[in-house]
């Protein structure tokens, strides 16, 4: 049973009619038609587009949440696999391969269409921006950070719980080659380079050399990830009650306090995450090198330990809120 979408409600508060809508977005007046009436199901690769003329969010367009929850992108593990195939035959120029996945997604997977259509930004993008050639592991691990921000996107932030923010994570599986561009020292103190921004996500790689440390500190209301990508890291952490008792300051304002008691060590691949009101310190007491990779949802930190580069982003991406993705020169060192 068909159900009707609010789009046309919608497109006229707007003052927009079918065929200008249609023009805008580039299909046809009858598709908008059908969309309107709920009887069209090839509408998600076109969401994003939608919903930014529309000036509205995904809740607004699909208030069905069964509905919502199907419309969702989702870039699962198989259409991950499938969107990898489609982009190393895109780079080989084997037109057979990428006419055979597309047609297939076009006519069967209106997920997977709607993955490949992004794919096809990104090259598009850096193709007419970047100086040097894009490459698969840069579209797909791009594609990762995109996924990690829509599904973050379709909860409101005060439902995101801490194990809710773990089991997002587990699907963020970003290449250490990839990763590697986004790692830097500084001989002074820790430097953070960005990654990923978006209003309540931010991505980032921090660079620790030896005996480089923070101090003991809190986010607020945030939420963090943290992945050990190279080195040994040493890491206190605090809870709510004793960060009130001891007076551990917000990060943005650094006290200089640094905690002595029990800490822990983490190695490469380990997980580390820390709740709302938590506080933290993290210190590289070991005679070599620490990188570690920050997800954090909430408010990005805000001192001066962010590193900048003479290199542009090459990727903006508009989709439900205007975000972007910083790619590092591919053959920087």
């Known amino acids: 049973m068909n159900r009707e979408k609010p789009i046309a409600k919608i497109r006229e508060k707007m003052g927009l009619t079918q ?11 009858n598709t908008i038609a059908n969309w309107e009436k709920g009887s069209a199901s090839k509408w998600i690769r076109h969401l994003s587009r939608l919903c930014k003329i529309l000036n509205c969010s995904l809740e607004d367009l699909e208030p069905d949440k069964q509905l919502q929850e199907r419309s969702r992108p989702d870039l699962t593990p198989n259409i991950l696999d499938t969107v990898k195939s489609y982009c190393v035959a895109l780079f080989k120029n084997d037109k057979k391969t990428v006419t055979k996945i597309s047609s297939f997604a076009t006519l069967h997977d209106n997920q997977l269409r709607y993955w490949l259509d992004q794919a096809d930004q990104i090259i598009d993008q850096c193709q007419c921006d970047a100086k040097e050639q894009v490459d698969c592991e840069i579209v797909i691990n791009t594609l990762i950070l995109q996924n990690l921000s829509i599904q973050l996107n379709y909860v409101l932030p005060n439902q995101i ?11 963020v599986t970003l290449s250490h080659d990839f990763l590697s561009k986004y790692i830097f020292f500084n001989d002074q103190h820790f430097s953070r380079k960005l990654i990923l921004q978006t209003r309540y996500l931010s991505v980032y790689v921090i660079g620790w050399e030896p005996s480089h440390e923070s101090w003991m500190h809190h986010h607020g209301n945030s939420l963090d990830a943290i992945l050990v990508l190279e080195g040994e890291m040493t890491h206190w952490l605090l809870s709510p009650e004793e960060c009130k008792s001891k007076n551990i300051p917000f990060e943005a304002y650094p006290s200089g306090q640094k905690f002595s008691g029990k800490a822990e060590k983490f190695t490469v691949g380990d997980w580390v995450f820390i709740d709302r009101h938590y506080a933290h310190q993290i210190a590289n007491s070991s005679a070599k090198r620490l990188a570690t990779l920050h997800v954090r949802f909430g408010a990005p930190p805000d001192d001066d330990k962010w590193e900048t580069t003479e ?10 809120e205007q975000y972007q993705v910083i790619l590092q020169n591919v053959n920087r060192v």
């Open 19 to 29: 065929a200008e809508l249609s023009q805008m977005i580039g299909v046809s007046e």
């Open 161 to 171: 719980t801490l194990d809710k923010f773990c089991e997002l994570l587990k699907t």
């Open 311 to 320: 290199d542009q982003p090459v990727i903006i991406w508009h989709q439900m």
